[in-house]
């Protein structure tokens, strides 16, 4: 079958491209773009005033399956993925049991493949159920279609391990995906250290905290020659340790997330649990300086850190509530209306630093309309304005701290292998 997107604005920052075109999908990959009007095929999709990207890729989701599936599974997370425009997310390995053997990994694919409405690349954990002491197999979570390695909500806290784990991630070309923080300085801290928790009574969380283990991941990275993904960089001190990592010429990357750039600890108070993620919302000044890295493409990658959880486990004291709120079904919007609009951010920027970025990244084989590429395409109303409503959210948990905002750029459908998925 051959499907024609006729007359968008094809936006793909891998070539440099932005023009009203015609994109020619046939047999699941794109076979080229051309003169609007021109392009033949046997279905027509008409999309002319809408945005065309590459399928949007998170690096950086919680799909919760197997082990948790009350908060969400494979099914309804990526219906959530493709509601906010991706069409390819990879997750994160703190599941029951962990992503740490080559069958879970295989289950994993194999239920995507089976019911996803986005490509599921599985993110295998370092050490054996995240314990931080024994190092996984990490040849064998390669071979079975492991994208990436991180211990993610568990960080490895003995450096020698951590050394030990990239030296072996570095032998087979694998990216290893940090959460910075040094743990001995966060016992019982539920937020951003600051005002604001002062003024709750609520213990805090230092930004040193996460500059001590950035710092440090930097630096072994280097040692190793490993690649190194900083996760969810929430200060200004670490987007400063990545800058310098660039300039040394280290195989470092590094990522935010919406939620950063637009909120403050001070989403917190009211005791308000929807705000409450690891790390933490911290305050203006360093939003600020996580915008001036994405501006200058210091911080490369806006990764949403999808973390549902059920409505009673938010409902809580605060301390007592878990870390992490819902990003994949506003991300696009949240980046447009606060990031492109205001001008932090081109538009272009903007999609690069949700497509190419974080598949170069990790080395996935997306992120870009190139001839013979897998035909997965994002389509965009950027002038429609809307409403967050959680109570219609794809994904099963509602935990979000943006409800009732109102955004601008609206996802409108994804393409996944050819085959078009409505919002």
Not at 376 to 392: A, C, G, I, K, Q
Request: one cysteine or more; glycine letters at 10%; a negative charge.
């Amino acid at each position: 079958m051959t499907l024609i997107l006729r007359g968008g604005r094809v936006l793909d920052p891998s070539q440099g491209m932005d023009k009203v075109a015609d994109l020619v999908i046939e047999d699941g990959r794109i076979r080229e773009i051309t003169e609007a009007g021109k392009g033949n095929g046997s279905t027509v999709e008409d999309v002319s005033g809408l945005l065309v990207t590459p399928g949007l890729v998170d690096i950086h989701v919680h799909l919760r399956e197997p082990g948790f599936e009350y908060k969400e599974d494979i099914e309804t997370g990526t219906r959530a993925a493709a509601a906010g425009g991706f069409t390819s997310v990879c997750c994160m390995p703190n599941t029951e049991p962990a992503i740490d053997t080559p069958a879970v990994v295989r289950q994993i694919i194999e239920r995507a493949e089976a019911v996803g409405s986005a490509r599921v690349f599985p993110i295998a954990s370092m050490t054996r159920a995240m314990a931080g002491d024994r190092l996984s197999e990490i040849a064998d979570l390669k071979a079975a279609g492991a994208c990436a390695i991180s211990d993610d909500a568990f960080p490895v806290q003995n450096a020698e391990t951590m050394r030990r784990g990239m030296e072996y991630c570095a032998q087979f070309g694998m990216t290893v995906m940090t959460h910075n923080e040094d743990q001995s300085l966060t016992v019982g801290g539920a937020m951003n250290e600051g005002l604001t928790a002062t003024v709750m009574g609520v213990p805090g969380i230092p930004r040193v905290a996460e500059d001590i283990g950035a710092a440090r991941n930097i630096l072994l990275s280097r040692l190793t020659g490993c690649r190194l993904h900083l996760l969810h960089i929430s200060t200004a001190t670490t987007v400063e340790f990545l800058r310098w990592a660039k300039r040394e010429g280290a195989p470092v990357t590094g990522e935010t997330a919406p939620h950063y750039v637009t909120l403050t600890d001070e989403a917190c108070a009211d005791f308000n649990t929807n705000a409450k993620m690891n790390p933490p919302l911290r305050c203006a000044e360093d939003r600020e300086a996580l915008k001036a890295g994405l501006a200058d493409g210091t911080v490369d990658v806006i990764a949403t850190d999808h973390a549902p959880h059920a409505r009673h486990e938010k409902e809580r004291e605060f301390d007592k509530a878990p870390f992490g709120i819902l990003g994949l079904e506003t991300a696009f919007g949240l980046v447009y209306t606060h990031l492109v609009v205001p001008g932090v951010l081109s538009l272009h920027d903007a999609i690069r630093a949700m497509t190419i970025a974080p598949a170069a990244a990790l080395g996935l084989p997306v992120g870009t309309f190139k001839p013979g590429a897998f035909a997965d395409v994002s389509v965009f109303n950027l002038s429609e304005r809307w409403t967050v409503e959680p109570s219609t959210f794809r994904s099963k948990s509602r935990n979000t701290p943006f409800g009732g905002w109102e955004l601008q750029g609206k996802p409108v459908m994804t393409v996944l292998g050819g085959r078009i998925v409505r919002a």
